[in-house]
Each structure stands twice: as C-alpha cells, then as structure tokens.
C-alpha cells in the first residue's frame, strides 16, 4: 500500500484570493474534507462542475470546504480583474485562489482542466478526478467520506468565512448576444438577470421575460425562469431561447410573453447523434442560435458540437461534430471534430454556416450545401493571440460572437477585448476597435464582449458583457458610444 501523500500547501506566492478575507492555508482547513476544483473560466466543461459543487457546499457547509483553484489557459484569464468578474458571472461563492502562474497546478501534477482533488481531515491527498464526474456519484462519494469521517472522529466541522463579491450592475447583468426581431425592434440574453429583454430599434426596453431568479420554469412573461441564457433568435411568431444554465432550448410567444420549453430536460446532455425526440433529449449548454427553414442551428458548446431541433418534427439531431474536442474539419458528422463552439452566423443565402470554436480561437464553416466543415481562421487547441493579416496568420483569442455583414464576418474576439472584421473576399482580418473613438463622458476598455448584431443601417450593436452594456459603434465614422446600461 502507498503512503498517504501530504497535500502541499495552497498559500502560494504570486497569487489572489477571492470570496475570503485574505489567503488560506492547510491548518487553516484541517478537520474537514477539501475539495480543490482545477478549473479556468473559458472551459465548459469546468462550468459544468460549478453545480455539482454547489449541492456538496450546501448539504455539508461545515464538513467539506471547495476552494477554486484558477489555473489560466488564455492570456486574458491571468488578469485578476477577469477572473473577479468570471466568479461574479457563475455566482461562485466558495472561495478562489488565482493562480496565474500555475504553482499549485505543477505541486498537485494536475494536467488537464478540470481536475478535483480531495483532501482528508489531516490534509493528505485521498484521491483526484480529471474530467466531468456524473453528479449523482460524486454526491454519494462525499457521501461516504462524511459519513466515515464522522464514524471515526476525525471531524472538526465549522463555517468557512466567506466575502462574496458584490457586482454593481444596472439595466444589464453580463449581457449574451443580442439579435434583431423580425418586424423591427432586437432581443437580448441579459444573462445575469437570467432574463430575455426586448427592445425598441433606439435601445428602450420594451419588455422583460423571466421572473430574474435562475430557474427552469415554462408559464408567463413574469413567472418564467431561465438560467444564464446566452443565445437567441426569432420569427415572426417566436424568440428562441439558448437557456444555456438549463441545457435547453426555451421559445417566448411574441404574443402573450408565454414561456414553453422546445428541448432538454435540465439536465446536461451527452454527445447528439441521429434524430431523436426534443422534449427528451438532454443537450449541454447550448450557447447560440440560427433559424433557417423551419430549423433551429444550435452551438451546442457542452458537447463541441452544432445541433438542429427540427420545429416540424420536433427531434434533435447532430448537425456537425463528432463529440471529442479539437480542430479537424471535413464531413460534418464523420470526420470534424469541434471545441466549443459558442456563436453563429449564417450568410445571406443560408448556406454557410459560420461558428466561433472558442477553445480553438478559430472562425470555422459549415457549408450546409456538402456537409463540410472547413477552418477560416485558427490551428489549435493552444493556438491564440491578437494578430491581424491573411486568413492563414491570424489569430483571434477565444472568440464568442459572429454577425454576417455581406461581405464577411464582424467577430467579438472576447478574450482580446475587440472587435474584428474577417472580410472573406480579401482573404484578410482586421481590427474594428481598438481604433475607433470613444463618444462617451466616461471611456471603458472593452470587457469580453460576446455578441454582436448589424443594424439595417451598418452600425454594430455589441453586448460589452464585463462592463454590462450594450455599445453603438459606426464603422464609418470610426465612433463609438454607449446604447444601454
């Protein structure tokens, strides 16, 4: 039998504490079982685990403690600033350790994102998990931990200190994307307030669906919940709902505000494959949506696939991806393999459909007329930066947002805070902003916006999700301002 491994210490140099007081040590948490969840705000699947985590912290709060261990993949996510607003985002409340030069990740070998490791009473290592556990047994293992620990003595159990973090927001709430209504008018995930807002072609709300607490809730414009939506689309008789906290996919009648559920079941789904029915098919995070002939094209960012909900049949398929993660194009099902993808835009004739593969940082295509895909921009998993030029040099950095604009793709590229222009005819990309000028009493540095629309007009409208606002930019102009807050 192995020795038990002393767990090495968390208080480290060169790292920031949030949700407590000031750092942690090991003394500091003997008695009770730690969990330390590796993770990094880009990674879905780390957002998946946040749940799970959240039903261990309130069934044990003074027996089990969970501290974060931020460990970044990207530049933007060694910014302390990022991380802070990240934990505001998904409403993390244990405590978290930014660790932007990967200490505690390189003394506990971890290797890949999301790792949890546990810690007994006397702060040894007991054992460590890479990838997404399945909650239930997760649940049942801390189950028993607490139960033995409790059988033996060996707990000391007390309330962790916490001092969560206050976000100070207005109209917004970390807003998604944003897309016009048919008729006139747009429709935005105002994903903090775990709402819907419609709004008038000058930027007035004209009306909010969901009741503002996170739920998974059909019924009225007021009584209705959702959970972070991100993404969205509409007709003449609907808006479309990416309800990507709830893994579903919602419709709001324009008519009556009446909330029903189109796919998913709450729950987080697995890998989509053949036809199958809507109401019971669990999806994984879907992230944003097109519509294009009677069919719902989903980023289904859980899974690193796009998925179809037929509204005729009212079955879910696989419309691209095989379910494992990484940059391979080629036959849509059979061969491309996707990294969660997290924004669409489809061309004025429906035939491409164009996605943002955020953990690639790359601006793929579906050519929906072949069943291929093929990659404009980006070459890997680890391939990123801010770099303007021919197609094959560029480099975007974990891109959330696409808008067509006829003769090419405006891009929120989130994590560089900018927004650019892959014009498809030149074969090239280039900065929109930075270079415009701010309009503004008081000018903010872009904070990861993650979606962008085109008005009718050429101007953009984007969803500035850190700094809760939605920005009027004109492009021929080269000014910007702030169109709501």
Same mark, same amino acid.
């Given at each position: 039998?192995?020795?038990?491994?002393?767990?090495?210490?968390?208080?480290?140099?060169?790292?920031?504490?949030?949700?407590?007081?000031?750092?942690?040590? #090991?003394?500091?948490?003997?008695?009770?079982?730690?969990? #330390?969840?590796?993770?990094?705000?880009?990674?879905?699947?780390?957002?998946?685990?946040?749940? !799970?985590?959240?039903?261990?912290?309130?069934?044990?709060?003074?027996?089990?403690?969970?501290?974060?261990?931020?460990?970044?993949?990207?530049?933007?996510?060694?910014?302390?600033?990022?991380?802070?607003?990240?934990?505001?985002?998904?409403?993390?409340?244990?405590?978290?350790?930014?660790?932007?030069? !990967? %200490?505690?990740?390189?003394?506990?070998?971890?290797?890949?994102?999301?790792?949890?490791?546990?810690?007994?009473?006397?702060?040894?290592?007991?054992?460590?998990?890479?990838?997404?556990?399945?909650?239930?047994?997760?649940?049942?293992?801390?189950? @028993?931990?607490?139960?033995?620990?409790?059988?033996?003595?060996?707990?000391?159990?007390?309330?962790?200190?916490?001092?969560? *973090?206050?976000?100070?927001?207005?109209?917004? &709430?970390?807003?998604?994307?944003?897309?016009?209504?048919?008729?006139?008018?747009?429709?935005?995930?105002?994903?903090?307030?775990?709402?819907?807002?419609?709004?008038?072609?000058?930027?007035?709300?004209?009306?909010?669906?969901?009741?503002?607490?996170?739920?998974?809730?059909?019924?009225?414009?007021?009584?209705?919940?959702?959970?972070?939506?991100?993404?969205?689309? *509409?007709?003449?008789?609907?808006?479309?709902?990416? @309800?990507?906290?709830?893994?579903?996919?919602?419709?709001?009648?324009?008519? *009556? =505000?009446?909330?029903?559920?189109?796919?998913? %079941?709450?729950?987080?789904?697995?890998?989509?494959?053949?036809? *199958?029915?809507?109401?019971?098919?669990?999806?994984?995070?879907?992230?944003?949506?097109?519509?294009?002939?009677?069919?719902?094209?989903?980023?289904?960012?859980?899974?690193?696939?796009?998925?179809?909900?037929?509204?005729?049949? !009212? +079955?879910?398929?696989?419309?691209?991806?095989?379910?494992?993660?990484?940059?391979?194009?080629? @036959?849509?099902?059979?061969?491309?393999?996707?990294?969660?993808?997290?924004?669409?835009?489809?061309?004025?004739?429906? =035939?491409?459909?164009?996605?943002?593969?955020?953990? +690639? &940082?790359?601006?793929?295509? #579906?050519? #929906?007329?072949?069943?291929?895909?093929?990659?404009?921009?980006?070459?890997?998993?680890?391939?990123?930066?801010?770099?303007?030029?021919?197609?094959?040099?560029?480099?975007?950095?974990?891109?959330?947002?696409?808008?067509?604009?006829?003769?090419?793709?405006?891009?929120?590229?989130?994590?560089?805070?900018?927004?650019?222009?892959?014009?498809?005819?030149? =074969?090239?990309?280039? @900065?929109?902003?930075?270079?415009?000028?701010?309009?503004?009493?008081?000018?903010?540095?872009?904070?990861?916006?993650?979606?962008?629309?085109? %008005?009718?007009?050429?101007?953009?409208?984007?969803?500035?999700?850190?700094?809760?606002?939605?920005?009027?930019?004109?492009?021929?102009?080269?000014?910007?301002?702030?169109?709501?807050?």
């Amino acid at each position: 039998m192995n020795a038990p491994v002393r767990a090495p210490e968390i208080d480290r140099p060169a790292t920031t504490w949030f949700n407590v007081a000031g750092p942690m040590k #090991l003394d500091d948490l003997r008695g009770r079982f730690v969990i #330390l969840d590796f993770w990094t705000f880009c990674c879905i699947n780390c957002l998946h685990i946040l749940p !799970m985590l959240r039903r261990i912290e309130e069934r044990y709060p003074e027996d089990v403690v969970v501290i974060g261990v931020h460990t970044p993949k990207f530049f933007a996510e060694r910014e302390a600033g990022n991380v802070a607003a990240a934990i505001q985002r998904y409403d993390i409340r244990h405590p978290v350790v930014h660790d932007p030069n !990967m %200490t505690i990740w390189r003394e506990y070998a971890v290797r890949a994102w999301p790792t949890l490791v546990f810690l007994d009473p006397g702060g040894y290592v007991i054992g460590h998990a890479s990838g997404e556990p399945d909650p239930d047994r997760l649940l049942q293992a801390v189950d @028993d931990l607490v139960r033995q620990g409790r059988e033996q003595g060996a707990l000391e159990p007390r309330l962790t200190e916490l001092v969560p *973090s206050v976000c100070e927001t207005g109209n917004l &709430s970390f807003p998604g994307k944003i897309k016009a209504l048919q008729g006139g008018g747009w429709a935005l995930a105002d994903t903090g307030h775990h709402q819907i807002v419609l709004l008038d072609d000058a930027g007035a709300i004209r009306q909010r669906i969901g009741s503002g607490h996170p739920g998974f809730a059909d019924g009225s414009a007021e009584t209705a919940a959702f959970h972070a939506p991100q993404g969205l689309i *509409s007709d003449a008789a609907h808006v479309y709902v990416a @309800d990507t906290g709830n893994h579903a996919i919602r419709a709001i009648d324009r008519s *009556s =505000g009446v909330v029903t559920t189109l796919a998913g %079941t709450g729950r987080r789904g697995g890998i989509l494959g053949a036809p *199958s029915p809507a109401a019971t098919t669990a999806l994984a995070s879907p992230w944003d949506l097109e519509l294009l002939n009677g069919r719902l094209l989903i980023a289904n960012a859980g899974s690193h696939q796009l998925g179809v909900l037929d509204l005729g049949e !009212m +079955t879910v398929a696989r419309l691209a991806g095989t379910g494992a993660e990484a940059l391979v194009d080629g @036959d849509a099902c059979g061969q491309a393999v996707l990294a969660q993808p997290s924004g669409l835009a489809l061309d004025e004739a429906g =035939g491409r459909l164009f996605f943002a593969d955020s953990e +690639t &940082s790359s601006i793929r295509v #579906l050519d #929906l007329r072949t069943d291929t895909v093929s990659t404009l921009v980006g070459t890997g998993l680890f391939d990123f930066g801010h770099q303007n030029g021919p197609l094959a040099d560029a480099r975007f950095q974990h891109a959330l947002g696409l808008a067509w604009r006829g003769d090419g793709l405006v891009v929120a590229d989130s994590y560089n805070r900018a927004v650019r222009f892959l014009d498809l005819e030149a =074969g090239t990309v280039r @900065d929109l902003e930075p270079g415009m000028t701010c309009l503004d009493p008081v000018c903010l540095r872009l904070g990861e916006p993650a979606g962008v629309a085109v %008005t009718g007009s050429g101007e953009l409208l984007l969803a500035d999700t850190n700094n809760h606002r939605i920005l009027i930019m004109e492009p021929t102009a080269r000014t910007y301002r702030t169109w709501l807050a």
